[in-house]
């Protein structure tokens, strides 16, 4: 793309830059600098012409008023020219005006006598000059009281030295003036070429690369590229290119909107075909399994005496396998669902979400010793039965593994901590492994032996699906035989304005 | 099974659940005068006195619809919206009895008009105790008019 992309050339090596010199003179990069130093150079040539014009006017003027108070003085020579002439002493005239003539800048000196049959001349034998000033003086002589005019006097000097001195002047202001403009232009086109449009060009680039590059995308801005046209100087690239980049990112965000469209269409679709997935499941898989319940139920009840124990222990096995595949198939649905369920938000009052899941859980722990020690809890925001469905999964473990203890000692708590509320579900059961600790949230993921501890290992799952959707963190501690710690976060009330 | 007395009118597609259902309810003593059927449309010819009870005798209505939604054919809701839909029938008990416990199910059923939506436990022991407080209630202490 022409002169943009050229402008990777690193400024950091200055031996490259006066490589480049010819390059930024006369090549196409740094257009801007150099119209730039263009304008200036001319500006600055005026200017210095101007100031010069009136500078050499000036001194033409002074040379040329010395010049005339110097043929002015040469009237002091009148009265004794004037004496010689009527004397008729030639010599002495001769000699008057061979030292007139030594004078500087002055060129000829003659003398006429009136009746112009005499005439001295001094400084004629040589090429006279082209620009020449004439004075003449009148040369008098008082005889008996009357003054008579007896010849003049002529002197001219001559304007050549002043007008050579003035050119010298000239050209050496001019010389000296274009020489600094262009050395002051060279510099600027340097500084500029660094400060400005190596920076242009980068920012041209940059711009370019606000567009993504998505390969659908890419192939539907491709189809009406035309490059960007050669005369463009930096500026007019940068303005291009952003012409063309708005362009391309006006077609970009479109095209976004469009495939987002389709994408939640999509997800939608998906979402439903989940939804009726999950209701087959409930349905379908419940009602057989309801069957093997229910039938062996009755095997056990009309002909419990025609089975041998055997036989008894195996139909047990059967009833209690159906049990734990409904409560498997029932868990998994709430997992699915709290993935898929919208959420609404409100605030949630934890003392009593903990009170109440603690109540609605109380046929689990019939006949033991389950003590729940709440300290007081921060009301949170989000989704109530999604909370009090982590709440109920949290509290049902602490309840199930605190089994062996005498006392079962479930306590609930929080603490705040960076302008976050983390609660906090401690018990004194049978804990678990630290070193499995990362496996603890994953869906089938069990650390204890059905045996001890009966469960489908979806419901530390279903706590870190629900904290997550609403954007806080779950995690834990324990150590085996004393006891596992829950902690999660959630959004609090003060941090959400609604 | 004699027509004129029917009481209860199931409807399941599942014969294991048929069977310990009226099992729970003959416990009870509430199976006696209990009609099963397998599907929507048989449950629909049943009500409307057509197809292959045509020529049933009476048209007396049946103190209670057990109807479960999911049935090959007609199903369940269909089954409910034409019951509500129809003056010689709307006025029966209809109580969803299903595996369902989706919110959209539910929601459709109240709007058709259904008097009671239950589902179905899945353990038998629940299973067992719904049915026949089911059939305890509409069948014992629910009052019908003319009753």
């Known amino acids: 793309m022409g002169t943009v992309s050229?402008?990777?050339?690193?400024?950091?090596?200055?031996?490259?830059?006066?490589?480049?010199?010819?390059?930024?003179?006369?090549?196409k990069r740094n257009q801007v600098g150099r119209r730039l130093v263009f304008l200036v150079f001319t500006f600055s040539s005026l200017i210095t012409l101007c100031t010069s014009a009136i500078q050499l006017a000036t001194e033409y003027h002074g040379l040329r008023n010395a010049l005339n108070q110097q043929l002015d003085s040469v009237r002091i020579y009148v009265p004794s020219i004037s004496s010689s002439v009527w004397d008729f002493d030639e010599l002495q005239v001769q000699r008057a005006i061979d030292s007139l003539i030594l004078l500087p800048s002055v060129d000829r000196v003659s003398v006429v006598t009136a009746d112009t049959h005499s005439r001295w001349d001094a400084g004629a034998h040589h090429a006279p000059a082209t620009h020449v000033i004439v004075r003449s003086y009148r040369l008098r002589y008082k005889v008996r009281g009357t003054e008579q005019d007896i010849g003049e006097l002529t002197v001219i000097g001559s304007l050549d030295g002043i007008y050579l001195q003035v050119e010298r002047s000239a050209m050496s202001?001019?010389?000296?003036?274009?020489?600094?403009?262009?050395?002051?232009?060279?510099?600027?086109?340097?500084?500029?070429?660094?400060?400005?449009?190596?920076?242009l060009g980068k920012m041209a680039s940059k711009v370019r690369e606000l567009v993504p590059d998505i390969l659908p995308l890419t192939q539907m801005l491709e189809t009406d590229h035309d490059p960007m046209p050669e005369t463009l100087d930096e500026l007019d690239a940068v303005d291009w290119t952003l012409d063309r980049t708005a362009k391309d990112l006006h077609v970009a965000v479109t095209a976004l909107a469009t495939l987002n469209e389709k994408l939640e269409q999509r997800v939608q679709e998906r979402t439903k075909d989940l939804e009726s997935f999950s209701y087959s499941v409930s349905h379908d898989l419940r009602t057989p399994l309801r069957a093997i319940a229910g039938f062996s139920r009755i095997l056990d009840e009309d002909y419990h005496d025609k089975l041998d124990p055997e036989g008894q222990r195996l139909l047990g096995i059967v009833c209690s396998n159906a049990i734990r595949m409904g409560q498997l198939i029932d868990d998994i649905l709430a997992f699915s669902r709290t993935g898929s369920c919208e959420m609404a938000s409100t605030s949630v009052d934890m003392e009593r979400a903990v009170q109440e899941v603690f109540q609605d859980l109380e046929g689990t722990y019939v006949g033991r010793d389950v003590q729940l020690k709440m300290n007081s809890l921060p009301s949170a925001r989000g989704d109530r039965v999604m909370i009090r469905q982590a709440l109920e999964n949290l509290l049902a473990n602490a309840i199930k593994f605190t089994r062996q203890q005498t006392t079962a000692l479930i306590e609930v708590s929080s603490t705040v901590e960076e302008g976050e509320c983390i609660y906090c579900i401690k018990d004194n059961g049978a804990g678990f492994d630290m070193q499995y600790v990362k496996k603890l949230f994953n869906v089938f993921e069990r650390l204890h032996d059905n045996r001890d501890f009966e469960g489908t290992g979806i419901g530390l799952a279903i706590v870190k699906r629900v904290v997550t959707r609403h954007g806080g963190r779950v995690w834990a501690e324990s150590q085996i035989g004393e006891g596992a710690t829950f902690r999660f976060t959630l959004p609090n009330r003060n941090h959400e304005h609604e | 099974m004699n027509n004129h007395a029917v009481e209860v009118l199931m409807v399941e597609d599942s014969e294991g659940d048929a069977e310990l259902a009226i099992r729970a309810l003959s416990k009870r003593g509430l199976a006696n005068h209990l009609i099963w059927v397998k599907d929507g449309a048989e449950a629909l010819d049943f009500l409307f006195t057509r197809g292959a009870y045509a020529g049933r005798a009476g048209a007396e209505a049946p103190k209670v619809i057990l109807l479960d939604l999911k049935m090959p054919r007609v199903n369940g809701l269909e089954v409910l919206r034409q019951i509500k839909s129809d003056e010689r029938t709307k006025g029966i008990p209809v109580v969803v009895l299903t595996s369902s416990t989706e919110e959209v199910d539910l929601d459709e059923c109240y709007k058709l008009g259904v008097n009671s939506y239950v589902s179905k436990p899945v353990e038998f022991d629940e299973f067992a105790k719904v049915v026949s407080k089911l059939g305890m209630y509409w069948l014992l202490i629910n009052k019908l008019p003319g009753s």
């Open chain 1, 6 to 27: 050229h402008a990777h050339i690193s400024p950091e090596h200055p031996t490259e830059h006066i490589m480049h010199l010819k390059t930024l003179l006369f090549g």
């Open chain 1, 173 to 199: 202001i001019i010389l000296s003036n274009a020489l600094r403009t262009f050395l002051v232009a060279l510099f600027m086109l340097y500084v500029i070429h660094r400060l400005i449009t190596l920076r």
